[in-house]
């Protein structure tokens, strides 16, 4: 079984408040990992209103350096195992608010609380779980990517988020793909998660895919829907850059998919049984 819980997320759901980030709690098989740590200490604050005791799980895994998916690391109890691109410690700032958007502690703090892991490569931290790492563009469409920041206070160059990456988890219905925001374009992370593992079939994707304009991403969102419909996914958890929308148009484009929609608190179970023979190395 997977089972995730939604700590941050941009929607407000009953006592849960949202913020504009994202923090999932999931645990994998028996295993348990936090995925992101939102846009302030809000996930620890929705953790516990759900009773739950972050300070007994160890590891934590970033997808990429943005502040709302790392400013909630400052309030993490130290000794954690924290996995992360090396990029991810860039500074950043947002085009259109011109403000400081990076990770918001340096490298030397964060090293000195946690014991940290830097890598481009995939790794596997759980059985059958993997952080995919640097994730290449091999996909037509996705080529561009979705960059939103530039890597200087006089916003001279343009950030390619190579840090951008992603968790996948196979089971025996085919991987579980989760990402945060989806720079480096859904289509890409799920390709390169399939080769990462050795497993092509694909059950489900959770996360933000960057999507936010309907009318100026009509294109990359109609092919994206077809490649959704080209591997045959199952369920699709949407949320944070993804906005209501989108959503919507997913909703109506793919009928057979099961989609649901994250917000803050909510918790959903995936009966599903792992697959951890023949991993590679």
């Known amino acids: 079984m997977i089972s995730l819980k939604i700590l941050s997320e941009n929607r407000d759901n009953c006592e849960f408040k949202g913020e504009g980030g994202l923090s999932v709690l999931v645990e994998s098989f028996g295993k348990t990992f936090l995925l992101d740590t939102g846009y302030s200490d809000l996930f620890l604050k929705n953790a516990k209103l759900l009773g739950i005791d972050l300070s007994k799980v160890q590891t934590v895994v970033l997808t990429h350096g943005h502040s709302d998916h790392t400013n909630g690391v400052p309030y993490l109890d130290n000794g954690k195992t924290i996995i992360m691109h090396p990029q991810a410690f860039k500074d950043r700032w947002s085009i259109r608010k011109k403000e400081y958007v990076g990770f918001p502690m340096s490298e030397e703090e964060l090293k000195s609380r946690h014991n940290v892991i830097e890598t481009r490569l995939p790794v596997v931290f759980f059985d059958g779980c993997y952080f995919l790492g640097e994730i290449p563009m091999t996909v037509?469409?996705?080529?561009?990517?979705?960059?939103?920041?530039?890597?200087?206070?006089?916003?001279?160059?343009?950030?390619?988020?190579?840090?951008?990456?992603?968790?996948?988890?196979?089971?025996?219905?085919?991987?579980?793909?989760?990402?945060?925001?989806?720079?480096?374009?859904?289509?890409?992370?799920?390709?390169?998660?399939?080769?990462?593992?050795?497993?092509?079939?694909?059950?489900?994707?959770?996360?933000?895919?960057?999507?936010?304009?309907?009318e100026k991403q009509k294109d990359i969102i109609d092919r994206t829907i077809e490649y959704f419909k080209s591997q045959d996914i199952k369920v699709l958890y949407l949320g944070h850059c993804v906005t209501d929308e989108v959503i919507e148009y997913f909703e109506q484009k793919l009928p057979n998919v099961k989609i649901v929609r994250l917000a803050s608190g909510k918790q959903f179970e995936l009966e599903l049984d792992p697959l951890f023979e023949n991993q590679p190395s």
């Open 140 to 214: 037509e469409f996705e080529q561009k990517g979705n960059f939103s920041t530039t890597l200087d206070e006089g916003l001279t160059q343009t950030d390619l988020t190579e840090d951008d990456s992603g968790v996948a988890i196979k089971t025996s219905e085919g991987l579980f793909v989760m990402t945060g925001c989806g720079h480096r374009g859904v289509c890409n992370t799920v390709e390169h998660a399939k080769k990462v593992t050795g497993q092509d079939k694909v059950f489900g994707v959770l996360g933000g895919f960057h999507l936010r304009n309907l």
